[in-house]
């Protein structure tokens, strides 16, 4: 796991400066904290951070083929480099470590740019052939690993984070205000946009090329829900477990401690469960996070002891950390500095502490992303799947019925479904992560709006899935855009934060295929959500784990926002000089401060979404950054490992 960066100059003649190419690179520090590489030759230029895995005496970047004129930046695991690397033997070429990230060198040689076709794994790399002038950027099928790149008429760059390509003077540091509005409508921004005009997210299963004849990306992988072959509940299930248990077993390949993020929730219990079959007598290190709040609260908000349950049925090693409102209110800057852009997603807080405390026990660690997205693990697919049912059956009774309960059941979530039952599944469904009304936002803006980047993104993902498919159309729709530009990207940038490795095995591309090929009520069945993985943990698990409801990371951010961080809240949004009230309403600001301070609205999700736009354009727009800490970031140090 590392930081990668790159520039390419289009003017073969104009070479890159290897200063900037090593400020770049510095600023990744905290990716790679064990060693730094850098090549320089020319109109191109690239830099790695590494966080030492595999083969650690072997494995220093950039790394070359046989005779030096293919390169490689790497960031990520390819977890079948064992069998590829000997099948690229046999097929002549010579390896000079035991690094996966040679594996990739020499695939390219044999297979071009297919290469990315045959690695099994999480990637983001940029592969540099020297005497044809010729630069690959690849990034991962399911967008585990980020990468963004910058382009204009003098050069290419890419980064595994935004920070490192803002160290090139010629990138402006300006605001998309159509990413502005599709952070509001979601608390992220979805791909390829990023808040920052002009920088892009290259998207999950594609690559890009410059080349002699210019810059091209193209789509090498999607995601095809389709029937398989036709097999009971029972080979199902097994196939299921088969796959889940090559995933995990791939994924403890390493030279450095591993252990799992344990939440005690059904997917981490999961993969504990499966890991432990592998583990030999050693006995598995787990993390759990939780919250210093008064006892009263403490089960609404704590999951410890579902965590220790599981903890206890498999010997672990369990390790749990309480995080309280100070914690919360002093790691604002830190966590949304490490996260590039805003991203509204208030489980950032929880992970960074868990990632922290992680990183002083291993290296690597293993999680249960994904399961929900693959499996109709969220609620809101089945509430989804009711409405639309409604809708079909009468149109028009529907939303009028849906009226009257919000009347009778007042507050936004009813609003939401009134509002909802009016229109088809493709306009309704926003995804899993839905952030601030629709009425709230035009109030915001001061302006009606109308057709969104949001609508268009979430319309091209129901588009490309059967339209009877409903079940699948919003899975799809996660898998494109909730689960790359929020998930996956708290989930990399919260433990890189902290160099720590993570790994997840309900992502690994064959079971996701798998799973796309599963009959709808073996994922979603009745009220029941992820139905085959609970029928495969059925004798694994404790049946308390089994049947618990989905919980996700729950923080109490509305009271903490509220009461301890009431003063924050307003020295931070309702200042005269806030950059908030530079891009919307300060009244309207000011009006959703006052109703979530007296209780009137629950506008926890509002005021976070808003702080973490306050503190990302102070530290990355108005460049009001802590000196001190980045200081001792560019000494190669990072206080988090200490």
Known sequence: MCGICGIVNFDRSEPVDSNLVERMTT????????????????????????????????????????????????????????????????LGHRFKSRSDTEAIVHAYEEYGDGCVEHLRGMFAFAIWDRRRKRLLIARDRMGIKPLYFYQCAEFLAFASEIKSLLQIPAVSRSVDLDALESYLILRYVPGPQTMFKGISKLQPGHLLVKDDRGVRIRKYWDLQYRTGEA????????????LLEESVKLR????????????????????????????????IKTFSVGYDVPPAQEE??????????????????????????????????????????????????????IARLARKHITVVLSGEGADEILAGYGIYKRMLAIDAAYRLSPRLTPWLMRKLSYMFPGEASRRYALWASLPMEQ?????????????????????????????????????????DVLNQMLYADAKIWLPDDLLLKADK?????????????????????????????????????????????????????????KGFPVPTGAWLRDDLKDFVHDTLLATDSACSGYMESRVIE???????????????????????EIWHRLFIDRQVNAGRLQAENRGQTALLN
């Open 252 to 283: 403890l390949v390493a030279e450095v401690p591993l252990g799992v993020f344990l939440s005690g929730g059904l997917d981490s219990s999961a993969i504990l469960a499966v890991m432990s079959k592998f583990n030999g007598r050693e006995r």
């Open 300 to 353: 609404s908000v704590n999951e410890f002891e579902y965590a220790r349950l599981a903890a206890k049925t498999f010997g672990t090693d369990h390790h749990e950390f309480k995080l309280t409102a100070e914690d919360f209110r002093d790691s604002l800057n830190d966590l949304v500095w490490y996260l590039d852009e805003p991203l509204a997603d208030d489980s950032c807080i929880p992970l960074y502490f």
């Open 591 to 613: 009006k959703i401060v006052s109703e979530h301070e007296h209780g009137t609205e629950n506008r926890r999700q509002e005021i976070w979404t808003l702080l973490v736009f």
């Open 428 to 468: 309704r469904y926003r995804g899993v992560s839905m952030g601030m009304p629709t009425a709230l936002r035009k109030q915001l803006f001061g302006r009606q709006g109308g057709e969104t980047r949001v609508d268009d993104a979430f319309r091209s993902c129901f588009e490309a899935v059967p339209k009877k």
């Open 494 to 550: 919260m433990t890189m934060a902290n160099g720590l490795e993570l790994r997840v095995p309900f992502l690994d591309h064959k079971l996701v295929e798998f799973a796309a090929t599963l009959p709808a009520h073996l994922k979603l069945k009745g009220r029941t959500g992820k139905f085959l993985l609970r029928e495969a943990m059925k004798n694994v698990l404790p049946k308390k784990i089994i049947d618990r409801s989905k």
């Open 27 to 90: 600023v990744l520090v905290h990716r790679g904290p064990d060693d730094d590489g850098y090549f320089v030759e020319g109109n191109a230029g690239f830099g790695h951070r590494r966080l030492s895995i595999i083969d650690l005496g072997g494995g220093k970047q950039p790394i070359f083929n046989e005779d030096g004129s293919i390169l490689i930046v790497f960031n990520g695991e390819i977890y079948n480099y064992a069998e590829l690397t000997v099948k690229l033997t046999q």
């Open 231 to 242: 097999m009971s509940a029972d080979d199902y299930r097994d196939r299921f477990e088969e």
